[in-house]
């Protein structure tokens, strides 16, 4: 089964930065796509970003466009979510899904699997 594990939230902030990984094993084909997602506190669950596997194509969301980059390092299974000028906005808890396939998407609906999820902070 596929297991994905979140890792490098924490504090910041406003201005500062942060970068996110999420490691992914139990695959065994190439053509996936990881998402990042994100839900703040009373707040609908929404889709930050994505990279697929197969030919590493990238979405940003616009409240992040500028200000997130999205990367991978195959040969470690691992994708970056690097984040920088941070606003309180974007104060949530950030998750990392798993998509087969190599449709990219930022439907949630659509995504097989979930990491646990890390928690980012952004003071003002």
């Known amino acids: 089964e596929v297991q994905l594990v979140e890792s490098g939230g924490g504090s910041v902030q406003a201005g500062g930065s942060l970068r996110l990984s999420c490691a992914v094993s139990g695959f065994s084909f190439d053509a996936y796509v990881i998402g990042w997602f994100r839900q703040a506190p009373g707040k609908e669950r929404e889709g930050v970003s994505y990279?697929?596997?197969?030919?590493?194509?990238?979405y940003y969301a616009d409240s992040v466009k500028g200000r997130f980059t999205i990367s991978s390092d195959n040969a470690k299974n691992t994708v970056y979510l690097q984040m920088n000028s941070l606003k309180p906005e974007d104060t949530a808890v950030y998750f990392c899904?798993?998509?087969?396939?190599?449709?990219?998407?930022?439907?949630?609906?659509?995504?097989?699997?979930w990491g646990q999820g890390t928690q980012v902070t952004v003071s003002s």
């Open positions: 990279i697929s596997r197969t030919d590493g194509t990238t």
């Open positions: 899904a798993f998509l087969w396939g190599s449709m990219p998407t930022m439907t949630e609906e659509t995504y097989d699997y």
